[in-house]
């Protein structure tokens, strides 16, 4: 019987999960040309005024996952500036987030998985061994701005459902 590693666990979940959120990206996009409205009119919404607006949630899944990759593995934190203003832009940066994620060696991510690592939490600092930032921190963060930039479109009126949160587009 085999053991799933942590790099496994985190680049599966990278596919998956900001694979769909391309894929409602896409749909989303789809919807705005068929509105007939600027991107920006979906991408600016928010479910309440001191909520991010959908591009920031696909900004932060997208991060989360690079740059827990990073630190996972001992790397310099990646850098992606925050500039997307379109669908385009951002489905650019859900394939940069994969790309990424994958390109990371396995083997550096699996060295951490039992190493307590200090995961900064604002001006203090949170001790977590490795598979425990890749549960608790990594993939909660993850799934969470995930789901509400699902929310955020299909609040709006796009038919989305389940099957658009799990399944990565190809």
């Known amino acids: 019987m085999t053991t799933t590693t942590v790099s496994h666990i985190l680049k599966a979940s990278t596919h998956q999960t900001i694979g769909a959120l391309k894929g409602i990206l896409i749909k989303g996009e ?28 696909v900004q932060i899944a997208c991060d989360t996952v690079t740059r827990g990759a990073a630190r996972l593995a001992g790397l310099e934190m990646p850098s992606f500036p925050d500039t997307e203003q379109t669908f385009g832009e951002l489905m650019a940066r859900c394939d940069k987030a994969i790309a990424y994620v994958n390109g990371v060696d396995s083997a ?63």
């Open 30 to 57: 789809a919807y705005a040309r068929q509105l007939n409205v600027e991107d920006s009119v979906l991408l600016s919404h928010r479910l309440y005024p001191d909520m991010f607006d959908l591009t920031r949630q």
């Open 108 to 170: 550096k991510i699996d060295a951490n998985t039992n190493v307590t690592l200090q995961i900064p939490m604002g001006a203090n600092t949170m001790p977590m061994e490795g598979k425990a930032y890749l549960s608790g921190f990594i993939l909660t963060n993850l799934h969470f701005h995930a789901a509400i930039a699902y929310a955020l479109l299909r609040s709006q009126g796009l038919n989305i459902g389940k099957r658009d949160y799990l399944v990565p587009v190809e």
